[in-house]
């Protein structure tokens, strides 16, 4: 493998030439910066990441833990923040983990000695308890929507609130009152927001939230397919429900065409997240948009402006929701 050294020599040329020439440090007649790129590609020279981090106090590189890369939503989220690291030259480390605590503080410990720049925490724990964070206060930190609220980091949070009312105000402007909603799961930020949203639109009609028509899920496909037997099993179902995430609505949605129930002709349904799989639904599932790429591009540049400015106020970012209309919902007749 090729090193500085041998560049200097084939570009005839001493080591700190090569280095100004490769940081941009210093002004190299366009003649010699010539031979000194000539070099370096028959040489196929690739400077050490390692030594410029020592030299630099900075690896270029971010952290990432999310509970689960595989599941849709966390999917978009991070291919939104690995196309802005690439724009902007970083090399991203992503960690799964998987809602367990003890993951957690291991990947945490992990990064930390991989000297990242900083980290983007999106995990559903939101009561960590001890954990590696107190032991490093300093570690430049951003909580992408899902995260613990009183951390002393940067927030960027889905406005859940304003989009359980839109998905709500959509169902109540197509007629329906007798409205049911499936939730995340209770002390979730996400899932109370969003939950507060439906259980707002629906005081604001003079309409009552039938507890009986409030089913907790989890996020997931088999939470919600169980959420919507439940319902279904009830002497009086409702005509259309809110569901608090797309997942939740797929699993619905399956456990609806079990029991030959269609949609939207006997039940309405609107979902939350918009992942890229709901118009591919049969039928196409109505949702609350929240801006996944435009959420992890909005992490990364929050992030490295902690990175620069340590000291300024912790910062809180509202995302705007907005209702996406498909074919899972129809007036009542």
Known sequence: MATIKDVARRAQVSTSTVSHVLNKTRFVSPE?????????????????????????????????????????FFAEVVQGVEQRCFELGYSLALCNTRGDKARLNASMEMLLQKRVDGIILMCTQVDLGANVFDRYPSVP???????????????????????????????????????????????????????????????????TVRPEWVIEGDFELAGGNSAMTALLALPERPTAVFVGNDMM?????????????SVPEQMSLVGYDNIELTHYLVPAL???????????????????ARIKTPDCPRRVLTLTPELIVRDSCQALT
């Open 249 to 261: 609505a797929m699993g619905a949605l399956r456990a609806l065409a079990d029991a030959g129930v």
């Open 141 to 207: 930190l951003v909580l992408a929507d899902w995260g613990p609220m009183d951390m002393e980091a940067d927030l960027i949070q889905d406005g859940g609130r304003l989009g359980g009312r839109l998905a709500t105000e959509h169902l109540l402007g197509l007629g329906h009152r007798h409205i049911g909603c499936i939730t995340g799961p209770r002390g979730k930020r996400a899932a109370d927001e969003r939950r507060a949203g439906f259980e707002a639109a629906m005081a604001r009609a003079g309409l």
């Open 286 to 304: 109505t949702s609350v948009e929240q801006p996944k790429a435009g959420m992890g591009a909005l992490a990364v540049d929050t992030l490295l």
């Open 32 to 72: 010699i910066t010539l031979r000194v790129e000539q070099a370096i590609d028959e040489l196929h020279y690739a400077p050490s990441a390692l030594a410029r981090s020592l030299k630099s106090n900075e690896t270029r590189t971010l952290g990432m833990l999310v509970t689960s890369s595989a599941n849709p």
